[in-house]
């Protein structure tokens, strides 16, 4: 059985934080630039940069704002800056000769995004396009380049948290070649519960809307066989789905069908 704490362990708890509770109440009454400051000093690798170095990030912070499946950043282009997503959600996807859409992953609100391509010179590997309304503020590269060069302990974190993503990248790999269609569309499941997710009285709901077309980008798979999963986790009370809202009924037998 795989246990909440082992999910924890393959994600930084950083950026966890802020995924717990639906997107408008971390908005009330704050500026989306305050916002934009505070999600930051909750990485270590910015509590770690001296307080004029925060402030310089600070002020070079720029905000923008996207609309549901807007491209943000398009693959192969050159990447100069980080991005931090305030609102809503990003999925990284590719787009196939045949105009079809490969989804890899979607990344929530709270999330310090493209460090990798940014310090490696490279180009961006995906399509970064908006799930939902969504708003991200960017840091430019060259900000974060001169801290780094000047701060060794900040160049430590960013070297923790790339090491801490690409375990979970591994982890990745590791599902999706050994268990069954149920067991990874269970591990997604719970995967968006850590991060999209706010408890009701009777169950756990995700605050992020996915289609059955979504969940079939994300595992591989066809609609029709994401339909026969959903169903069977709808008969057996673990999960339902009700116009791509999803609802989990019982999250220890939705933990049971994953296998480690």
């Known amino acids: 059985m795989l246990k909440t704490a082992h999910l924890e362990s393959a994600y930084p708890k950083i950026e966890k934080k802020f995924t717990t509770l639906p997107a408008p109440i971390q908005f009330q009454n704050k500026s989306l630039q305050h916002t934009a400051q505070e999600f930051l000093l909750n990485y270590k690798l910015i509590q770690l940069c001296t307080p004029e170095q925060q402030q310089e990030i600070f002020k070079h912070l720029k905000i923008s704002r ?28 590719w787009h196939i000769a045949d105009g079809k859409q490969i ?3 979607f990344i929530p609100a709270g999330c310090l995004i493209n460090i990798v391509p940014l310090i490696s010179r490279l180009n961006l590997t995906h399509d970064h396009v908006a799930h939902d309304a969504t708003v991200i503020a960017t840091i430019p590269g060259h900000i974060f380049y001169s801290i780094l060069k ?14 801490n993503r690409n375990h979970l990248l591994f982890d990745d790999f590791y599902h999706q070649s050994t268990q069954s269609l149920r067991g ?19 169950d756990t709901t995700l605050n992020i809307k996915l ?15 994401i339909n026969k999963e959903l169903l069977w986790l709808a008969q057996q009370g673990i999960a339902e789905v009700k116009y791509n809202q999803i609802h989990i009924l019982n999250l220890g037998k939705l933990r049971s069908l994953i296998h480690l």
């Open 66 to 93: 996207y609309h549901s499946n807007e491209m943000i950043f398009h693959k192969n282009t050159s990447c100069n800056e980080l991005t931090l997503i305030l609102r809503g959600s990003i999925k990284l996807a």
């Open 103 to 105: 989804v890899h992953r």
């Open 150 to 163: 000047q701060n060794h302990q900040v160049s430590l974190a960013v070297l923790e948290l790339i090491c």
């Open 184 to 202: 990874r569309l269970a591990r997604h499941l719970l995967l968006l519960v850590e991060y999209f997710s706010y408890q009701d009285k009777q």
């Open 211 to 225: 289609s059955q077309e979504n969940f079939a980008e994300l595992l591989h798979t066809s609609r029709q066989s």
